[in-house]
């Protein structure tokens, strides 16, 4: 039997007796994509591997954050992201109101395309400069150096 190949955001379609016989080319289509295994005697299955059902467990925790943020009526934007995210209080004043409008247009925009994972990355990187923050970065001026400094090649 042939190599299942798929193309990254293809679901993969399969018979439970394609999984019995070629088992090792079924787990491995499942790992680049959601394999749909169809049987005679009962609904059709779906084989993910635990990441990708992490990450879908995760969306739909972001997911109804984001909703109970935009039901809150108590505070700015910003002050109600903050509840779910308290590392965006970190932020500078105006980075705030950007990575609040930032997030809500990523998610907004994620699931119009269909790519909700776009949310966790856009909510990350932001944290990841908040972190960046309290740890003092950006915060000095840089030190220049008055004259250029001559340095050796490291392979010489």
Do not use: Y
Not at 30 to 49: I, K, M
Not at 102 to 115: C, H, K, L
């Amino acid at each position: 039997m042939a190599p299942i190949t798929l193309t990254p955001a293809e679901r993969r379609v399969v018979q439970s007796s394609e999984l019995s016989r070629n088992s090792a080319a079924v787990f491995a289509a499942a790992e680049e994509a959601p394999v749909e295994v169809t049987r005679r005697d009962g609904e059709t299955l779906v084989l993910t591997t635990k990441r990708e059902t992490a990450a879908h467990e995760r969306i739909l925790e972001v997911a109804a954050q984001l909703i109970a943020v935009s039901l809150d009526d108590r505070g700015t934007l910003e002050d109600r992201l903050a509840r779910p995210f308290p590392w965006i209080k970190l932020l500078s004043v105006q980075d705030q109101r950007t990575c609040a409008q930032d997030i809500i247009d990523t998610a907004r925009g994620a699931f119009v395309v269909n790519q909700p994972g776009r949310i966790l990355t856009e909510i990350k990187a932001w944290q990841n400069t908040a972190e960046a923050v309290a740890a003092g970065w950006g915060q000095e001026e840089p030190d220049w150096l008055r004259e250029p400094v001559a340095v050796k090649k490291p392979r010489a």
